[in-house]
């Protein structure tokens, strides 16, 4: 029970990462239709961007301070909010009248360029994530134990999800959104400026990548330019099975994914816990080709 | 994925209109590439093929994964090279080290030593630390009957490829029976879980000597779980293994790998020690895995503490030049240059025949690792030493000697 208990909260931890990451594919595919696939690597930039902005943060405030956290994941998440902004408006913006395999490919040419580039300027080497907060461990029944990061990666997500369903639900620019993703030509024939609400969409993308790569190195503290690509596939995947353009899809799909992968991980077949993840997408997508909680809606986002 | 089914059904001629600007895309990030893949190694000065120095090859991993295994060993071989030139060179000519990196990728090890042989036509190939990428290499050597020494890879299998394929670093049948012997007697482990990377030939292979050696002597393995190298999460493996309860765990891999393991697994309340091979050394190793590596033990090649002069005097001039303490690895790449060079002058000759014959006939030569003898599976008989973390320092616990 204990050990079952204890795989679930890994799993968990872990999706819920998987879920912030794959919010930002779903979100993307709801307003422009395609699979922005440097996304994972957006994830890596926001890694590191904590990683250069720890100390300075660790000056400012205590070493190890909630207040120093926080404005590292601030930091992250704004750097990548104008990532998003930049790369959708250099790579992307001049192919939006082109074929969408076009900017498919782009977008993997961008995610290229995003890690060769990194390992450029961030060395290739594997560097050690500092500790943003003091680690503790609780220990609510006997061989069970929960770590302080695993619980800090669920509360910030749960806020981040939150936060993000506000925005979607009950603001203008979450409206305008919706709108978008629900038909373009009429968006913009009622005055939502297009390029607008698309960049918005980015910058809310990245920038919810930005805070899963802070998540995720906090856990993981060693952070390398080719970090994003995994878990970068496993959102996409998780995307993919909840059914991509549903934001809450994407959320659902994520928990899944970290979930079996670690209770896979965790028996005699650990050796396939990847292989077992995709099948599992596989089979879900050959019941509900939609993903599970796929386009039974009228609204995408 | 509606949108497929809509491309695919109504808009397919769409898909193609676009092909001249996929040439041109495709073609920019191949330069792209290009340009990224090339920056690891530095231009390497000298002349042509054939001029008045001895064009060797080196292949290694600059970038990726084992980055630091690379660079600390091509840092140390390019000491040696030019300690070597300064004091005259080989034959009278000057050595040319000519390095190709390999990004810890599999498949550029190849492409790298093809490249190395057939441009460049050096006359001898050192290089890789992971067994994975000189497996991968030394075919490719041994046809085209070129020497390889291989400074740090340790799986059996590297050298039984054939005759043209030497190393400097034992191998890990006695570094599995080291490890083996140390988890009976020092640890006494009775009951082990071993956690190893699938992805990787050095761990595998190491993980089987060890099972072999610890399994003939009465031990038992209680778990066997597997990771994939580069992974990051490893608690559900860790998990199961908790739940089997052994005295020790080992844990054969890389060091990235590696210090993630030890931190998940003091997040999870393992309290037995964590032990592992000549993979954990790095001090890359210390800052990933932090004070959760604390009592936990690996084998390696050679330890700084050991106060003989040819060691001192390596890490004085190692340290001069590169401003850090040189690994096991840095040793290990500085003594293959050191061993070829030597096979040079006895052979008089570069010519590859004579050349592999010479290295074949290695006797009792003084290296930074120990002595080395080569014997006829073309491995060195030398002895292991056994390290431990105590206050965030690597410790000298135990020197193994071969039998």
């Excluded at chain 1, 990451?21 to 590191?48: E, K, P, R, S, W």
């Excluded at chain 1, 120093?68 to 601030?74: I, K, T």
């Amino acid at each position: 029970m204990a050990a079952f208990l204890q795989q679930l909260i890994n799993g968990v931890s872990l999706g819920a990462i998987y879920a912030l990451c794959a919010l930002g594919y779903t979100m993307v595919y709801g307003v422009l239709q395609f699979i922005n696939f440097a996304h994972g690597d957006v994830f890596m930039v926001g890694a590191f961007a904590g990683y250069y902005c720890a100390p300075l943060a660790a000056k400012l405030f205590q070493p190890q301070s909630a207040l120093g956290a926080v404005m590292v994941l601030l930091t992250s998440m704004t750097v990548c909010a104008a990532l998003g902004v930049l790369i959708e408006k250099l790579a992307y913006r001049p192919l939006r009248d082109h074929p969408k395999l076009t900017v498919l490919i782009t977008a993997i040419g961008v995610s290229l360029f995003l890690e060769f580039a990194g390992q450029k300027f961030f060395q290739a080497d594997p560097k050690p994530f500092p500790e943003l907060l003091p680690h503790a461990q609780y220990n609510p029944m006997p061989n069970l134990v929960i770590s302080s990061d695993q619980l800090i990666v669920m509360g910030v997500s749960v806020l981040l999800l939150a936060g993000l369903h506000f925005i979607v639900r009950h603001t203008k620019l979450g409206t305008a959104m919706r709108a978008v993703a629900f038909n373009p030509q009429a968006a913009a024939l009622v005055g939502i400026n297009l390029d607008r609400i698309i960049s918005f969409t980015f910058a809310l993308g990245s920038a919810l990548a930005a805070a899963a790569g802070i998540l995720y190195a906090m856990n993981y503290p060693a952070i390398d330019p080719l970090m994003g690509v995994m878990p970068g596939l496993k959102a996409f995947v998780a995307a993919v099975l909840g059914g991509i353009g549903n934001l809450p899809g994407a959320a659902l799909g994520g928990l899944i994914i970290g979930v079996v992968e670690t209770f896979v991980g965790g028996t005699a077949w650990s050796a396939y816990r990847d292989a077992i993840a995709f099948a599992i997408l596989i089979v879900i997508l050959l019941v509900k080709p939609a993903g599970l909680l796929g386009r039974t809606e009228v609204e995408k986002v | 994925m509606n949108h497929w089914r809509a491309h695919r059904s109504g808009r397919r001629s769409r898909f193609f209109s676009s092909s001249a600007s996929l040439a041109f895309l495709s073609a920019l990030f191949t330069g792209l590439l290009l340009l990224f893949t090339q920056s690891g190694c530095k231009p390497s000065s000298g002349n042509a093929p054939g001029g008045d120095t001895i064009p060797v090859g080196e292949y290694t991993s600059l970038t990726g994964k084992e980055a630091t295994y690379g660079i600390s060993s091509h840092n140390a071989t390019r000491m040696a090279v030019d300690e070597i030139n300064s004091a005259g060179g080989v034959l009278g000519k000057q050595l040319r080290l000519i390095c190709e990196d390999n990004q810890s990728k599999a498949g550029e090890a190849a492409n790298a030593a093809r490249k190395l042989i057939s441009r460049d036509r050096v006359v001898a190939l050192l290089g890789e630390v992971a067994s994975s990428r000189t497996l991968e290499v030394a075919p490719i050597a041994q046809e085209a009957k070129i020497p390889l020494i291989s400074p740090a890879s340790t799986n059996p299998k590297v050298t039984e490829v054939g005759d043209y394929v030497f190393r400097v670093c034992f191998t890990d049948r006695f570094q599995g029976r080291v490890l083996a012997d140390f988890a009976l007697k020092t640890i006494k482990a009775k009951k082990l879980a071993i956690l190893s990377d699938l992805k990787s030939d050095y761990s595998k292979g190491l993980a089987e000597c060890f099972k072999e050696r610890f399994v003939a002597k009465g031990g038992q393995i209680v778990a066997e779980p597997s990771y994939s190298g580069g992974d990051k999460d490893f608690k559900a493996q860790l998990t199961a293994i908790k739940g089997t309860e052994p005295d020790a765990i080992l844990v054969p891999g890389y060091y990235t790998d590696v210090g993630l393991i030890v931190m998940q697994a003091k997040q999870l309340g393992i309290k037995v020690p964590l032990f592992g091979g000549d993979g954990w050394e790095s001090p890359k190793l210390l800052s990933i895995g932090g004070a959760a590596l604390e009592g936990h033990y690996f084998s390696t090649h050679y330890s700084m503490e050991v106060a003989s002069p040819k060691i001192q005097s390596f890490v004085k001039h190692y340290q001069e030049r590169y401003g850090e303490y040189p690994d096991a690895l840095a040793a290990l790449g500085y003594d293959s240059a050191y061993v070829l060079a030597d096979a040079m002058k006895r052979a008089g000759t570069t010519e590859s025949k004579a050349l592999r014959d010479a290295i074949a006939a290695t006797k009792d030569f003084e290296t930074v690792t120990g002595k080395i003898t080569i014997d006829a599976e073309r491995n060195p008989q030398k002895p292991a030493v056994i390290l431990t973390i105590k206050n965030g320092q690597f410790k000298l616990l135990e020197t193994i000697q071969p039998d």
